[in-house]
């Protein structure tokens, strides 16, 4: 029996390590070997790397795309995508879900792993249906967690749902590395007796408890495990490709793994993994063995922006107390798992808590729209209290929320005038307006790329390896950002913050924030001031 691996060295390695900060020029001679591995799939895009691509490096993720699949033409390229989210953090509405998703798999995409963060099934629909009709497997991932709701029981309820609505694969997607080898087999072995679909096993080294499962998942059926190249593998990224190669073949599958190439992959990519340490991008702290993940279900990516975040804030020893109220946030919510954009929303939100000394004191626009129904429907009860306290008399959205947001594609050509030369420059904007018009002011005009063009390649023609737009771009990066929207603060008697030298720097410098991270911004202006929160409000840009 063949066992299929999923190399993640391009895309969900570097954002549980390094924040997404792996560039094109970095990976681009190693191309070509990585395409000669023989990988089931190469995941390469999605996530977290089209928002990092515009914002942090400088790079148009379409351009991205085109070039690693001109330079791996015969292996699937496989990307990750939040459902009706998109790679956003809002939900967008149907005709720009369709649109992207042709346009992704016109670039050459050729598995699109779709996931809910709240297991909505409804949130999927579209783009599984998208997808199909693209030619493109519709993979869906079931987000897996733990909680008095997420039974065994549930999970193949879901799968057979998964099946109904179209999926032509299913993936288990363990965020956080909590996925225990027992509940692996006893999973696999549930779906695989009951849904005749390809299944794919995503796990995370977090816990130390991926291998283990994976071998136990790939005993009881599973079909494809995620696995990233030693150099990039561990902490709160996947296990090594090189060792569940090994592990794998030892147990009489074959993984049609070319093994010396995977040593000149990994040779490749080690000085790259010691520039990171030696920058400090890579941290430590990402690479170790946190068992108290078990309790907390942080996902690397997770974990790692809460480092980054909270190391720039100067409140790093704040660490701890931010994991212990993560899961108390994540009770009081209905259990969501830890998956963007909810473990931003609920993260960002045990942040603000321990910041501001007091819970809820301060609740931020992306809880409140959570319990309004704008993400989907919680897996379990909310808490009342805080419900009643964040929305007052307002009643929560039962149903799908896209099926209340008018068309969104022509108003995105619009609004993006005279910025867009494509109609993969529209979507860029439609996903991250204020990011995109930033980096077009630096893009070279060289750089832009005939949509036409791109859309008449199928992902695995021999057009794609006509020449590229050369990609010499150089910007500013923009700060640290969620769902993008330009603030910065002021007192509500409109006098400015005195004495708080990063925070006077988003004033002067338009600092780019999510309002989740603006309830976290309240919250240490207000103990720096030692004034309560609510005392404190913060002004639109475009408003002033």
Same mark, same amino acid.
Request: hydrophobic share 40%.
């Given at each position: 029996?063949?066992?299929?691996?999923?190399?993640?060295?391009?895309?969900?390695?570097?954002?549980?390590?390094?924040?997404?900060?792996?560039?094109?020029?970095?990976?681009?001679?190693?191309?070509?070997?990585?395409?000669?591995?023989?990988?089931?799939?190469?995941? +390469?895009?999605?996530?977290?790397?089209?928002?990092? +691509?515009?914002?942090?490096?400088?790079?148009?993720?379409?351009?991205?795309?085109?070039?690693?699949?001109?330079? +791996?033409?015969?292996?699937?390229?496989?990307?990750?995508?939040? #459902?009706?989210?998109?790679?956003?953090?809002?939900?967008?509405? =149907?005709?720009?879900?369709?649109?992207?998703?042709?346009?992704?798999?016109?670039?050459?995409?050729?598995? /699109?792993?779709?996931?809910?963060?709240?297991?909505?099934?409804?949130?999927?629909?579209?783009?599984?249906?998208?997808?199909?009709?693209?030619?493109?497997?519709?993979?869906?991932?079931? *987000?897996?967690?733990? !909680?008095?709701?997420?039974?065994?029981?549930?999970?193949?309820?879901?799968?057979?749902?998964?099946?109904?609505?179209?999926?032509? !694969?299913?993936?288990?997607?363990?965020?956080?590395?909590?996925?225990?080898?027992?509940? +692996? &087999?006893?999973?696999?072995?549930?779906?695989?007796?009951?849904?005749?679909?390809?299944?794919?096993?995503?796990?995370?080294?977090?816990?130390?408890? &991926?291998?283990? *499962?994976?071998?136990?998942?790939?005993? &009881?059926?599973?079909?494809?495990? =995620?696995?990233?190249?030693?150099?990039?593998?561990?902490?709160? !990224?996947?296990?090594?490709?090189? !060792?569940?190669?090994?592990?794998?073949?030892?147990?009489?599958?074959?993984?049609?793994?070319?093994?010396?190439?995977?040593?000149? /992959?990994?040779?490749?990519?080690?000085?790259?993994?010691?520039?990171?340490?030696?920058?400090?991008?890579?941290?430590?702290?990402?690479?170790?063995?946190?068992? =108290?993940?078990?309790?907390?279900?942080?996902?690397? %990516?997770?974990?790692?922006?809460?480092?980054?975040?909270?190391?720039?804030?100067?409140?790093?020893?704040?660490?701890?107390?931010?994991?212990?109220?993560?899961?108390? /946030?994540?009770?009081?919510?209905?259990?969501?798992?830890?998956?963007?954009?909810?473990?931003?929303?609920?993260?960002?939100? &045990?942040? *603000?808590?321990?910041?501001?000394?007091?819970?809820?004191?301060?609740?931020?626009?992306?809880?409140?729209?959570?319990?309004?129904?704008?993400?989907?429907?919680?897996?379990?009860?909310?808490?009342?209290?805080?419900?009643?306290?964040?929305?007052?008399?307002?009643?929560?959205?039962?149903?799908?929320?896209?099926?209340?947001?008018?068309?969104?594609?022509?108003?995105?050509?619009?609004?993006?005038?005279?910025?867009?030369?494509?109609?993969?420059?529209?979507?860029?904007?439609?996903?991250?307006?204020?990011?995109?018009?930033?980096?077009?002011?630096?893009?070279?005009?060289?750089?832009?790329?005939?949509?036409?063009?791109?859309?008449?390649?199928?992902?695995?023609?021999?057009?794609?390896?006509?020449?590229?737009?050369?990609?010499?771009? /150089?910007?500013?990066?923009?700060?640290?950002?969620?769902?993008? %929207?330009?603030?910065?603060?002021?007192?509500?008697? #409109?006098?400015?913050?005195?004495?708080? %030298?990063?925070?006077?720097?988003?004033?002067?410098?338009?600092?780019?924030?999510?309002?989740?991270?603006?309830?976290?911004?309240?919250?240490?202006?207000?103990?720096?001031?030692?004034?309560?929160?609510?005392?404190?409000?913060?002004?639109?840009?475009?408003?002033?």
């Amino acid at each position: 029996m063949k066992i299929g691996i999923t190399e993640t060295v391009l895309r969900d390695a570097p954002q549980s390590l390094i924040a997404t900060r792996l560039r094109y020029s970095e990976f681009e001679e190693i191309l070509p070997t990585l395409d000669a591995v023989g990988y089931y799939s190469l995941e +390469c895009w999605g996530g977290a790397t089209f928002d990092a +691509c515009l914002r942090y490096l400088g790079e148009d993720p379409w351009d991205r795309l085109r070039k690693i699949r001109e330079h +791996c033409p015969n292996t699937k390229l496989q990307m990750l995508l939040r #459902g009706q989210n998109l790679l956003g953090y809002k939900h967008y509405a =149907d005709d720009v879900v369709r649109e992207f998703l042709a346009l992704a798999i016109g670039n050459g995409i050729d598995i /699109v792993r779709i996931f809910d963060a709240l297991n909505d099934l409804r949130n999927l629909e579209t783009a599984v249906d998208e997808t199909r009709k693209r030619g493109a497997d519709a993979q869906v991932a079931i *987000a897996y967690t733990t !909680s008095p709701v997420h039974t065994l029981e549930n999970y193949v309820k879901m799968a057979r749902r998964i099946a109904d609505m179209g999926a032509t !694969s299913i993936c288990l997607k363990d965020m956080a590395g909590i996925m225990s080898p027992a509940a +692996c &087999a006893d999973l696999v072995a549930a779906i695989k007796s009951e849904i005749d679909l390809r299944l794919h096993l995503h796990s995370h080294s977090t816990t130390g408890l &991926a291998v283990m *499962a994976y071998l136990k998942g790939v005993e &009881a059926g599973a079909d494809v495990i =995620d696995t990233a190249i030693s150099a990039f593998s561990g902490g709160t !990224s996947q296990p090594a490709t090189e !060792s569940l190669v090994y592990a794998v073949e030892q147990l009489g599958f074959d993984t049609g793994i070319d093994t010396r190439k995977l040593k000149a /992959v990994n040779d490749f990519f080690r000085p790259l993994r010691k520039k990171f340490l030696d920058e400090g991008i890579l941290d430590p702290k990402v690479l170790e063995t946190d068992v =108290d993940s078990l309790t907390y279900q942080i996902p690397g %990516g997770m974990l790692s922006n809460l480092i980054s975040q909270l190391k720039s804030l100067d409140q790093l020893d704040k660490l701890d107390a931010v994991l212990k109220e993560t899961p108390k /946030v994540r009770a009081d919510l209905g259990y969501p798992p830890l998956v963007t954009p909810t473990s931003q929303v609920v993260g960002a939100q &045990a942040t *603000a808590n321990v910041l501001a000394g007091h819970r809820y004191q301060v609740i931020s626009n992306e809880v409140r729209a959570y319990l309004r129904g704008e993400y989907g429907a919680p897996p379990g009860p909310v808490s009342e209290e805080l419900t009643k306290q964040a929305l007052g008399d307002a009643q929560p959205v039962t149903t799908r929320f896209a099926d209340h947001l008018p068309p969104g594609l022509e108003q995105a050509r619009i609004d993006a005038g005279d910025l867009a030369t494509s109609d993969e420059d529209v979507l860029s904007y439609a996903l991250f307006p204020e990011v995109f018009e930033h980096f077009v002011q630096t893009r070279s005009p060289s750089s832009s790329w005939s949509t036409s063009s791109a859309a008449a390649a199928s992902p695995s023609s021999s057009s794609m390896t006509e020449q590229r737009p050369s990609e010499q771009r /150089v910007q500013k990066p923009l700060p640290p950002s969620g769902n993008p %929207g330009l603030i910065g603060p002021k007192r509500q008697d #409109g006098g400015n913050l005195p004495g708080l %030298g990063w925070l006077d720097y988003t004033i002067t410098e338009k600092y780019e924030v999510d309002d989740a991270t603006a309830a976290i911004l309240m919250a240490i202006v207000a103990a720096h001031l030692g004034v309560s929160p609510e005392q404190l409000s913060f002004t639109s840009i475009r408003e002033r």
